[in-house]
């Protein structure tokens, strides 16, 4: 049986552990049931996910001109205290803008590899710490707009990583932390107009899907490796995880089309 489409994120729902959907045209692919199954991709070419043409991927999904273009991947979106659509000033779309940021965000610890900082919009929430390989997650902050969680995270992160190291992650090399406690200890150094929107959240446990985690992952890379074979064993983040170590990641991969054999 093959399936064939444009690469996007994996779709997730929170369970124990956590459902992972591939959809490849029309076709939902329910991934936890393909471990311990041989799995066989290959690289078909490209399609932007704005403009849909065949133009080689530049970043997140996007070929060079939409990159640089389209408001979805604008700089606001990796670097939140960018945001100005709260002042009412365009950027590249301010409709967009206007309906994307000014919303409830969140400020979040989540340990994936470590502790880390984060922001995502509140209705992204699990989505956003199980696209991150976390095992446990925590929201600290609660705001109506994305500077703010971004001026947040910007503080925060003197103190605390924003960044996943994805070989720990997918080595499940982790160890529980208090959360809690590391949220009272970051707390101060909070911007004052964030301070008074600080909150006890509740803390998330998520479980992943892996049969059995790599000793030294290896990324695969489908552009320069057209065509791969492997037995899935596991799903963790948003990489696909095999039996030889290769590790697959899905969202790094979005614009790419891609066909999918299964045995």
């Not at 606001?76 to 803008?97: F, M």
């Not at 948003?238 to 590790?247: G, K, R, S």
Request: hydrophobic share 40%; with cysteine; charged share 20%.
């Amino acid at each position: 049986m093959e399936f064939q489409g444009v690469l996007r994120k994996m779709a997730t729902q929170m369970a124990t552990p956590i459902d992972y959907y591939l959809v490849l045209g029309d076709h939902p692919i329910h991934m936890n049931q393909l471990l311990d199954q041989n799995l066989k991709l290959s690289f078909v070419g490209y399609e932007c996910l704005n403009c849909g043409s065949d133009a080689p991927i530049f970043r997140q999904g996007f070929c060079k001109s939409c990159f640089f273009e389209a408001p979805q991947a604008a700089d606001w979106i990796i670097r939140p205290e960018l945001s100005q659509a709260h002042l009412g000033i365009e950027d590249r779309d301010l409709a967009y803008e206007q309906k994307m940021q000014l919303q409830p965000h969140v400020v979040y610890l989540a340990n994936s590899s470590d502790v880390k900082v984060g922001v995502t919009r509140k209705s992204q929430i699990p989505t956003r710490w199980i696209d991150q390989g976390a095992h446990e997650a925590l929201p600290i902050v609660e705001v109506p707009n994305r500077y703010l969680a971004g001026i947040a995270e910007v503080a925060l992160k003197d103190h605390v990583s924003d960044k996943t190291n994805w070989r720990t992650m997918l080595k499940n090399q982790i160890v529980d932390v208090d959360l809690k406690a590391w949220q009272d200890k970051l707390a101060p150094h909070l911007p004052d107009e964030v301070k008074s929107y600080l909150f006890a959240g509740q803390e998330t446990h998520l479980e992943f899907p892996v049969l059995a985690y790599p000793e030294k992952p290896k990324s695969l890379n489908l552009t320069k490796t057209p065509s791969y074979e492997g037995v899935l064993k596991g799903i963790k983040g948003q990489y696909l995880i095999f039996e030889d170590q290769t590790v697959f990641n899905v969202r790094s991969n979005e614009g790419l089309v891609v066909a999918l054999a299964l045995d």
